[in-house]
């Protein structure tokens, strides 16, 4: 008899399914490259960085999704691995500096306002403490030191902070298993119903499971909008097929006009892209890399070493293909990995566990491993630099440099993946402005703030942005020739749904011929209330069926009476005078127009602030904008916290002066029965609060009334968890 077939291989060590698993083993090559959009050969990519023989950790695997579509993700991946076998991740609030005094002060029953200057003595630092609060600040050490209340409270949220406080769920963490996960960790349920684990993140890794990020990025729903409304010029555009190197685009990011271009966009980033110039997409990589704390300091070194490559030296030639595209300068962890191949001859393996031990500081290893780059380790094959020709001193003072560097570097595969996104965003709002600003905007359309800013932008590059139109309209931002035709879906009290089915409509039976035929058409589709109408009439959206926004608010509930009534003589079958009378004769009983002329400018501008949060035929502090800008010395946009670095680019007690128009006045009484105001003050950008104290308001009151124009000076207020505001001192 034939001898029995062998037995199947052991399945590989992977935490998936047989199925996912034989996916896995089955790609091809090609199939595993396109990890990123970039050639990872010609831009120095290295797969060891992220997975190799030599590691002992599973890969901390992120993906970015559109945001619109990341929840279609989690259902796949729940559906093809189990629903059973995946669960989202839980997340514990910890007691932070500033959030621990404050939760003991209240606890304490001490006054509000005593606790709160305590509080924002700590410097706003990613990882910031009490003690680290209390090195930096010699103000806040005299106050422990001399205030036995302040001691008091400082001890005792000393010994509570970094617990946690409380649990939620992690924003994009989904954790996969081989088996139902209940068999590996213990599991919860999330106020929404959602499964996840009780153990955070980095429990599960220790634990060996695989834990994916599955973020959702605004921009790509961006470039995704923007590409669609571009195809209309440009059916065949493709944007993974562009030309990266496009000397038009690479200048364009060099003017500094970088606003609503991915990671670009920031005070910051917009001089350092002047001062950079970049000439290619791996000057953009580096630009990311290095506009962070720590590699800042390097900034001058990389622009002197582009502007000037006979400034640039290297210790050893060998370093030159590695330093190269960067200038001379270390500013990935691929080119430490790179490094100590290259000179010493470690393993690309190898190589990632010193990169890991150096950005970890782990001392012990890194002077280990020095004598093995230095002198080599036979144990393990690694021949060192004095083997390959380079000498000790040289080789030791490479090291130290890379130590120093290695702190800081940044992951280059991250950083160049980034820089694809800020290159496309770049390119499009290049070549394809309007579409482009169109779907900026429509990602921001709940945010009236960011919307305000964009339409700014907008017209200093020659954009006009059109009210909305019930007739051209679509529910986002859309393209209107030349220009930006604003989205129906932003007009408040009005839902997408609705705005949908108003669209359907007019697809279908035509554009909407005036005022009583829209509200004959939406009425039939049990869509009416006059609130919709209202709303539409003072966004501009009805302007198109031949009237003035005056003349529809005084004859719009009239004409909805009318709808009202006859259908409710329909239902009881009662007959109407259009019931019997020939078309031509209709239009003789159509309601007319009453000869009311139209509001003024002001009444137009308040009423499109009032349903839409911004101006858009205009803005009162236009024709004022240059004497404006030469008083200000911040706008209210810089009270926003900006989301790339976490905080507001005016500090805490610092001495601005702003500008705008009063928007909403509160007036109230102190506990000795004086006058104080909450102002809300808005300029071209957004608005701020700002707090008018007891003698300021008596001094100045007859200036503080709504819609006149001011200038405050005062003292800028950080408050945890609530916008900055401005203390007015005049």
């Known amino acids: 008899p034939p001898p029995p077939p062998p037995p199947p291989p052991p399945p590989p060590p992977f935490f998936f399914n047989d199925s996912a698993t034989t996916e896995i083993?089955?790609?091809?090559?090609?199939?595993?490259?396109?990890?990123?959009?970039?050639?990872?050969?010609?831009?120095?990519?290295?797969?060891?960085?992220?997975?190799?023989?030599?590691?002992?950790s599973m890969p901390d695997i992120d993906v970015d999704f559109c945001y619109e579509r990341r929840q279609e993700v989690i259902d796949y991946v729940t559906r093809k691995y189990g629903k059973d076998c995946v669960a989202q991740i839980v997340t514990f609030g910890t007691l932070a500096a500033r959030g621990v005094i404050r939760?003991?002060?209240?606890?304490?029953?001490?006054?509000?306002?005593?606790?709160?200057?305590?509080?924002?003595m700590i410097p706003q630092e990613l990882g910031i403490?009490?003690?680290?609060?209390?090195?930096?600040?010699?103000?806040?050490?005299?106050?422990y030191e001399s205030?036995?209340?302040?001691?008091?409270?400082?001890?005792?949220?000393k010994r509570l902070e970094g617990l946690p406080r409380h649990c939620s769920m992690h924003a994009a963490g989904v954790v996969i298993c081989q088996k139902p996960v209940e068999e590996y960790v213990p599991l919860s349920r999330a106020a929404d119903g959602t499964i996840t684990t009780q153990f955070i993140m980095t429990t599960l890794e220790e634990l060996g499971l695989l834990k994916m990020d599955f973020l959702g990025l605004r921009t790509l729903t961006v470039i995704q909008n923007?590409?669609?409304?571009?195809?209309?010029?440009?059916?065949?555009?493709?944007?993974?097929?562009?030309?990266?190197?496009?000397?038009?685009?690479?200048?364009?990011?060099?003017?500094?006009?970088?606003?609503?271009?991915?990671?670009?966009?920031?005070?910051?980033?917009?001089?350092?892209?002047?001062?950079?110039?970049?000439?290619?997409?791996?000057d953009v990589i580096a630009g990311i890399s290095l506009y962070r704390p720590g590699p800042m300091d390097f900034i001058p070194q990389y622009i002197r070493g582009k502007n000037d490559r006979s400034s640039i030296t290297y210790d050893c030639p060998q370093l030159e293909p590695i330093l190269a595209p960067t200038y001379g300068c270390i500013v990935y962890q691929e080119q430490v990995m790179q490094i100590v191949r290259d000179l010493a001859g470690y393993t690309l393996g190898r190589s990632d566990l010193l990169r890991r031990a150096m950005s970890k500081k782990k001392a012990a290893v890194m002077e280990k491993e020095r004598k093995t780059f230095v002198y080599g380790d036979e144990e393990t094959g690694v021949p060192g630099c004095i083997k390959n020709g380079i000498d000790e001193q040289t080789a030791n003072k490479i090291y130290d440099e890379m130590i120093d560097f290695a702190k800081y570097a940044f992951n280059k595969s991250h950083?160049?993946?980034?820089?694809?996104?800020?290159?496309?965003?770049?390119?499009?709002?290049?070549?394809?402005?309007?579409?482009?600003?169109?779907?900026?905007?429509?990602?921001?359309?709940?945010?009236?703030?960011?919307?305000a800013e964009y339409i700014y932008v907008c017209r200093q590059m020659g954009i006009r942005i059109l009210p909305p139109d019930i007739n051209k309209g679509e529910a986002d931002f859309s393209v209107d020739g030349g220009d930006i035709r604003y989205g129906l879906a932003a007009i408040k009290s009005i839902g997408r749904p609705v705005i949908r089915a108003i669209v359907n409509d007019r697809k279908e039976l035509g554009e909407f011929r005036n005022l009583e035929d829209f509200i004959t058409r939406i009425s039939s589709r049990e869509l009416m209330n006059k609130r919709l109408v209202e709303n539409l009439i003072k966004a501009g959206a009805l302007d198109v069926l031949g009237g003035t926004r005056k003349q529809f608010m005084s004859i719009y509930i009239q004409i909805v009476d009318h709808m009202q009534q006859e259908k409710k003589n329909s239902m009881v079958g009662q007959m109407s005078l259009f019931d019997v009378v020939s078309e031509e004769q209709k239009e003789e009983f159509q309601i007319r127009m009453p000869d009311v002329g139209e509001y003024t400018k002001e009444n137009l501008l308040g009423f499109e602030k009032e349903v839409l949060g911004v101006y858009v035929s205009g803005h009162p502090l236009e024709p004022y904008e240059e004497e404006w800008r030469k008083v200000i010395s911040a706008t209210t946009a810089d009270f926003q916290v900006d989301p790339e670095v976490g905080y507001t680019k005016v500090r805490d007690g610092a001495r601005e002066i702003i500008g705008g128009i009063i928007a909403e006045k509160t007036v109230k009484h102190t506990k000795t029965n004086q006058m104080m105001a909450f102002l809300t003050v808005e300029d071209l950008f957004g608005t701020v609060e700002v707090v008018v104290f007891p003698r300021d308001y008596e001094k100045y009151r007859q200036y503080l009334e709504e819609d006149n124009k001011i200038f405050v000076k005062g003292r800028v207020s950080e408050e945890d968890r609530k916008s900055t505001r401005l203390n007015s001192s005049h």
């Open 25 to 56: 083993y089955s790609l091809s090559l090609h199939d595993a490259l396109p990890i990123s959009k970039l050639d990872p050969i010609r831009y120095s990519l290295l797969f060891e960085r992220f997975l190799n023989p030599e590691r002992v």
């Open 103 to 120: 939760d003991v002060g209240r606890v304490m029953d001490l006054p509000y306002a005593y606790v709160d200057s305590i509080a924002k």
């Open 129 to 143: 403490t009490i003690d680290k609060a209390l090195q930096m600040n010699p103000e806040l050490r005299k106050l």
């Open 147 to 157: 205030d036995e209340t302040v001691t008091h409270l400082i001890d005792m949220a």
């Open 226 to 282: 923007a590409v669609q409304l571009a195809r209309k010029k440009q059916p065949d555009l493709q944007i993974d097929k562009i030309d990266y190197n496009d000397k038009a685009v690479l200048d364009y990011i060099g003017t500094g006009k970088t606003e609503g271009i991915f990671q670009l966009e920031s005070g910051g980033m917009k001089n350092f892209m002047k001062e950079l110039q970049p000439h290619s997409l791996e």
């Open 415 to 451: 950083a160049a993946a980034y820089a694809v996104v800020s290159y496309q965003t770049a390119w499009l709002k290049y070549y394809y402005p309007v579409e482009y600003m169109a779907a900026l905007m429509t990602s921001v359309i709940d945010n009236p703030t960011k919307v």
